[in-house]
């Protein structure tokens, strides 16, 4: 991130209760060498570059977001698109200085026990100034961006050969099962609380026989089959701008 020299002579204080000037409407830079980014809304309009501070902002789903890696797998494919936008586009900040883009999509109060919760001041995680909260964070000039959520990708899970045979083989013992009880719909009926609340996460089962499998995990395997789609976040993604992309991928061509 590039920011220009503090400009005392158009500074502000009362929205943010500290000397502050903000850029482009949605980027905020302190006295004291911070910088935060307020937009979560960011409409096609402003998901653009901006040229003077070296950011970019765009969703996983336009054609101008670049390549995105897994920090320290840049060597291998891109993050396929699917895999961020299975349950609709996320918005990233685009650091062109570092190449890290951090997720737009959360507020700074609704970090944790997070690295963006550990790190970002207590004056932008009080839930009483939720109208001056961050998405994103920078510590000082040379700092790296931080998201106050993070990214995240959904694939399916990796199973084995032998894995999928047996959870095909388990979902139909489940249904067999059901439908040899005396009264399957009201047995689904007097049970469907406990079963709306059971975890059928694939990788729970892939080596648990049918024998130890209690009611409720055999109703909900009989119903609604297995959660086939694993999850995992990451604080920041790396990227590639799409010429070092190509250009990377003709040199291993040649």
């Known amino acids: 991130m590039h920011l220009p020299q503090f400009d005392y002579e158009s ?4 929205n943010w209760r500290a000397f502050h000037v903000v850029h482009e409407w949605y980027f905020v830079q302190f006295d004291t060498g911070e910088c935060a980014v307020v937009g979560r809304r960011w409409s096609p309009a402003e998901r653009k570059v901006y040229q003077n501070l070296h950011l970019q902002v765009t969703s996983t789903n336009d054609k101008d977001c670049p390549p995105l890696f897994i920090p320290g797998q840049e060597s291998n494919k891109p993050i396929p698109r699917s895999h961020l936008n299975h349950k609709g586009m996320q918005v990233l900040l685009l650091d ?5 883009a951090v997720s737009l999509d ?29 998405c994103a964070y ?3 000039p040379n700092a790296f961006p931080l998201g106050a959520v993070p990214i995240t990708r ?36 007097e049970h469907h609380k406990m ?10 089962f892939v080596d648990m026989p049918f024998s130890v499998l209690t009611t409720h995990q055999r109703l909900a395997i009989a119903s609604r089959g297995f959660d086939m789609i694993k999850q995992e976040t990451n604080a920041y993604l790396t990227f590639k701008t799409w010429f070092e992309f190509n250009k990377r991928d003709q040199e291993r061509s040649n």
């Open 106 to 134: 959360g507020w700074s109060w609704m970090t944790s026990d997070t690295d963006a919760g550990r790190t970002i001041p207590e004056r932008f995680v009080r839930p009483d100034w939720r109208g001056r909260n961050i």
């Open 195 to 204: 079963v709306r609340d059971v975890q059928t996460r694939v990788d729970y």
């Open 154 to 189: 959904h694939y399916p899970h990796p199973l084995t050969a032998v894995q999928r045979v047996h959870i095909t083989e388990l979902k139909n013992a489940c249904e067999v099962w059901l439908q040899m009880q005396p009264d399957p719909v009201k047995l689904g009926l």
């Open 11 to 14: 500074m502000m204080f009362d």
């Open 96 to 100: 062109h200085d570092s190449q890290r």
């Open 138 to 140: 920078y510590a000082g």
